[in-house]
């Protein structure tokens, strides 16, 4: 992996470029490591910009999955896309159950207070 020690060179193109090195759940790399293969740095303010970053990433459609115990890797296949897919939506619910539980409000009907879609629309 491509290491710099400029942390300035922590954007989007520069995590996906190392991303690119590291396809498949097996190739999966710590948020410290792909910090480290970008910047050559270890400090605590670049995970967290990191974490923006994939999220970015990830709304511009790159594959970028990212779970605890593969790290963060390019879908190298659509089940592995799939599979990360599902851990997101998991993590998604439990948050809303946990809102829903707050608010002492029906997850159905907390769906309608937000303006969410009970289904997908094509």
């Keep these: 992996m491509h290491t ?4 300035n ?7 996906l470029a190392v ?11 710590t948020a410290e490591q792909l910090v480290h293969a970008v910047t050559g740095r270890h400090v605590d303010a670049d995970k967290r910009r990191l974490r923006q970053i994939i999220e970015a990433l990830s709304t511009a459609g790159h594959r970028v999955c990212a779970h605890p115990l593969h790290g963060y890797y390019l879908a190298a296949n659509d089940e592995e896309l ?5 851990f997101l939506l998991g ?3 439990t948050t809303l159950r946990r ?24």
Excluded at 9 to 15: E, G, K, Q, R, S
Excluded at 19 to 29: K, S
Excluded at 82 to 86: F, L, M, W
Excluded at 99 to 111: E, I, N, Q, T
């Design 4 to 7: 710099d020690t400029n942390s």
């Design 9 to 15: 060179n922590l954007t989007p193109d520069a995590v």
């Design 19 to 29: 991303l690119q090195t590291c396809v498949g759940e097996a190739n999966g790399v």
């Design 82 to 86: 799939d599979r990360a897919c599902v």
């Design 91 to 93: 993590r998604a619910m």
């Design 99 to 122: 809102v829903s539980a707050m608010k002492r409000v029906a997850l159905p009907d907390l769906y309608g207070q937000l303006g969410l879609p009970l289904e997908s629309t094509p």
